[in-house]
């Protein structure tokens, strides 16, 4: 990984993912040309069904696209062994799911040492992670609870908190904040927020508008395809965006936020449609 | 990695313990397997051990011939008929012995000869006490002791007889017999010594000789047309440090004597300590099917339930893949879960064994069961093999599970 620090984190070209086969065969992803350099905090919005959890997974490495290249930090990783792939999820790689995928089994405070096991850490120094961990999203009474004891926004901030636990360096979250009111959800943002600014990259997907204020960047998909990308049509806007944003968040008081992330909504997010 | 093994052993505990009666009902099969292991080691170990004390008490200078090429010992295929039937023909012969007398080393010759028939002393009858015809050496050879009378020896009559004390309590009701008479196939003997118990039905002679009639060898000759049939010369070396060089002798002077055919056999320390029953090697050889058996059906039950287990938990393999488990690590998961099966299988089979083995014992054998580190190690030792050879295929099957396609499953 260490071949070209320049180079992006993640770098997609006419990525396509089919599903079905014959009559039944339709295209998820259709030829999506993606670059996201290092410490990015990118919203990824769009209409259900356009293909934003597919496209997480490809990036997760837990799926293969059918066509086209996937570079992480300048290798494709197509080229590379399944150990390998394994390596990187678990030492580089952060996961929200979409639909949680806590281990029944295993109660919270282990859910959420998991990914450290396979990073080969001793027990004790495990669950004291984990355990700060949960206490950052104020589940510390919660540690010994079964996943099935749990509320649906509970659960949530679990896998959240499992995703981040092994620092990783990229997040890629599917509607981290899906099941939260929006205090919550904040306490979640300034959570990424704060990883996002030691430099690490976020991907994250969210219908609500009004976190992608949190966001350096904002990617809407529709039908399989990036519809617009506040990046590739206005360069600048990202740096001003985020140090606008860093800016004031430390200043403004909550009820001003609100507000605040609307703005977005408003921003120029030219639409690629609306060139034509 | 060992970090993860600890982590992998808690897991497989944990999920092991969470369906308990699955199982144990999956540990059965190699229970029972390595149960009959210990079962026949412990037991024919603890034989062996009877006769080797036997031996090294009479100071470890005992050689034995017998009729027959191989050492009947390890012939499986004898199992299955009831007698051995090179005995009934046997090859040696009373030249034999006075061959082996010249050996040099050799102190005392003894042959066993046994003679078939009924013993009967009025009412009582008896039609399976060992009549056995020998020289007087079997005293010193065998270490038998005379508790009331004499032993046979070269100036007693023929229709004497020395017998063992069980035998005088079945024949006359007391072990106070002697000048009684008695018939021997019809004909008349004179008890003139009786044996002290020696409770030793397990002996290199094959002769319990607590219920045995010792008649001298010209009086046996005589049931049998004047012939010999000798089947075991005891041989009794000076001391212990010449009885290879007795063995070797014995072994030369008999190949000189039979033309170098090999139809004998000579025995000494480990060869002659094996248990020699029949009925022994039968139940052996069936604990030992059922040992095979067992442990191949449990083996399966094994594979059967880790396959159910992996499908059960796709799911979960899923999110250990997305969370950073390599392939390996989810083997091994899965591998330490069989073989945790298999392996608690084999200590409640060993603990199993082991009581049955004294129950058996204190029933109807006459001495304990050995207990040996080989044999703890045969019984851990097969049930770690099943739990790895069997839990092998599920765990690879699991660990190839793409996550994507795993993640998807749902119950
Ligand atoms: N395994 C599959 N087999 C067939 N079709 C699939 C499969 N997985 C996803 N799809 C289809 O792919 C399309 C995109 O799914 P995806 O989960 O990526 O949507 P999404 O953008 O994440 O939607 P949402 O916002 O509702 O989560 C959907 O139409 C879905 O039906
Ligand atoms: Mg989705």
Redesign the interface.
Known sequence: MKTNPDAPVIALRGLKKRYGIGDAEHTVLDGVDLVIEKGEFIAIMGPSGCGKTTLL?IL?L??RADDGDYFLADRSVESLS??RH??I???QIG?V?QNF?????LNVIENVA??L???????TKRLQLASKMLQTFHLSEREYYMPWQLSGGQTQRVAIA?ALV?SPSIVLADEPTGNLDSKASHVIMEELSDIHKRGNTIIMVTHNPSLTTYASRVITMLDGKIDSDTKTLQPTVKVDTTKKRLDTHAAEAPKEKTLRSRRPAKRKTIKKGASK | MRLLVLNHIQNAYDSLRSTRMRTNLTMLGVTIGVASITLILSLSGGATKVITDQVDELGGNIAVVRPGDVPQTTRLDNIASPMNHSYATSSLTERDMKAIRLVPGVEAVAPVMLVGGNVAAGNNSSSNTPIVATTPDLISISNLTVKDGQFIDSVTNRDTAVIGAQLSVDLFGTDQSIGQNFKIRGQDFTVIGVLKRANKPINYNNIDFDHAAIVSLESGKSFNQGVAQIQQIDIKATDQNSLPSVVEGTKKALGAAHKNEHDFSVLSGDDLSRPTSQLFFAVAAAMTAVAAISLIVGGIGIMNIMLVTVAERTREIGIRKALGASNGHITAQFLIESLAIGIGGGLFGYIAGYLLAFIVSRSVLTFDPLFSWQIAGLAIGTSVVVGILFGLYPAIRASRKDPIEALRQYH
């Open positions: 997974n997760g837990l799926d399944a150990r394994a390596n999820r678990s030492e996961f799911f995928n806590l281990v029944p089994r998991l990914p096991t396979y990073k080969g850490i001793r027990k499992r092994n």
